[in-house]
């Protein structure tokens, strides 16, 4: 009995000298040093080598050119946005046009929200895409004057209101959004299920996943309003007042038209044609009048350049005594003008004789240097790249009374 106890005694001695030590769990990155090492050295292997890849553009060293915004005699209009990785440039230019506008005619300063309109047009393109059984663009482009369409059927709403980012995001980025509506869109065309309340349903969701919900009131100046009667009562434009101009030799002069390009997705003809001396003198006329305007066209040419700001045309594309009606109609035909980009014309400058127009753009190049959010395109750019623009009917009145 005593060996017993003597044992038992000896066991809790061992016991309480070794007791297990519990273990604590911790986060920690991974780490697998050999096997990333031998990933870098397989990829190495199979990279191929970098293309040294340059674009043909315009030497403008020693080119007596604008440099600086302070330089042009510009109107009122809100600082520049960047669009970012959106296709809304014509949303974003015209929605500035009528911010001018709003200031021009009320003497208001107000910032509008692009991304609300941007949310409707959506909408509509997906409209029309499920009741023309996917006969019909959808895409992130449309043209200017789909603006003024969208506010007439869902109102505008300030930017403070609704600005079509999530929480955290710093930059527009439609790529996901565009990726994933497609996709549901196209399935619908694979399937024929053509049921628009429950394909429009399905693509608000996705709007509001990526844009969060556009919102059906909103408070300016400690006001409550509808999105209509923020556009009736504070906007307060009349926007039938608004003419699209555009010259093409394609349709009779003083004719109404049809832009035909896919961003006209809608198929609008009320585009006025108008002879390109005339279209020319409408612009120069506006401007120093204090008129801006929406204009819409070309910018992937060699006369192009961020960094120095300038859109110009170079003689080696063309001399500017043969920039005529012709010239503009032969590039529009052959597809090296096309509507890629919808920007704003704030100001003018003229220098040795010649005009240059400051424009306020949304797109990521003019934001490369000073000035940012700004170009300086001459005359000559404007006359044979610039498809389009909009402008209050008061600078075409005489003209507008040449239209049958």
Not at 277 to 296: F, P, Q, V
Not at 328 to 348: A, Q
Request: net charge negative.
């Amino acid at each position: 009995m005593k060996n017993f106890i003597l044992l038992l005694i000896a066991l809790a001695f061992i016991s309480s000298t070794y007791a297990q030590v519990k273990n604590q769990g911790v986060f920690v990155k991974p780490k697998s040093e050999y096997y990333e090492a031998n990933k870098k050295a397989v990829e190495e292997f199979n990279k191929k080598p970098a293309q040294d890849s340059k674009a043909f553009k315009v030497d403008f060293t020693g080119l007596d050119l604008p440099k600086l915004k302070s330089e042009f005699k510009y109107e009122w209009h809100n600082d520049p946005i960047n669009q970012g990785m959106t296709g809304t440039c014509w949303d974003f230019s015209t929605t500035s046009f009528f911010e001018s506008e709003i200031y021009r005619i009320n003497k208001k300063k107000i910032k509008l929200s692009e991304i609300y309109t941007a949310y409707w047009e959506y909408v509509e393109k997906a409209r029309r895409f499920v009741q023309e059984r996917g006969n019909s663009a959808f895409a992130e482009g449309s043209e200017g004057n789909a603006v003024k369409r969208i506010w007439k059927q869902y109102g505008v709403v300030p930017a403070s209101a609704y600005s079509g980012m999530l929480p955290g995001q710093k930059v527009h980025d439609h790529s996901k959004l565009i990726d994933e509506m497609n996709s549901y869109l196209q399935g619908l065309k694979t399937s024929n299920a053509w049921n628009e309340e429950e394909a429009l349903s399905t693509i608000k969701s996705i709007l509001n996943h990526y844009l969060d919900v556009p919102p059906t009131k909103c408070t300016y100046e400690g006001k409550e309003f509808t999105p209509k009667e923020f556009l009736d009562k504070v906007v307060n434009l009349k926007l039938d007042d608004y003419i699209d101009i555009i010259s093409l030799m394609e349709k009779p002069y003083y004719t109404k038209m049809m832009y035909n390009v896919p961003d006209n997705w809608w198929l609008d003809s009320s585009y006025y044609n108008v002879p390109l001396d005339e279209y020319m003198s409408i612009i120069k006329n506006a401007i120093r009048k204090g008129y801006t305007m929406a204009i819409g066209g070309d910018v992937s040419e060699p006369g192009i350049e961020s960094h120095v700001k300038v859109a110009m045309i170079p003689t080696f594309d063309i001399p500017s005594e043969y920039i005529d009606e012709n010239a503009r109609e032969f590039r529009f035909v052959n597809k090296t003008t096309t509507d890629d980009h919808g920007i704003h014309l704030v100001g003018y400058l003229n220098k040795n004789g010649k005009d240059w127009y400051l424009i306020k753009d949304s797109g990521a190049g003019a934001y490369n240097v000073e000035d940012k959010g700004y170009y300086y395109y001459s005359e000559d750019y404007v006359k044979l790249k610039i498809v389009d623009f909009c402008v209050h009917k008061d600078m075409v009145e005489d003209i507008l009374k040449k239209f049958k």
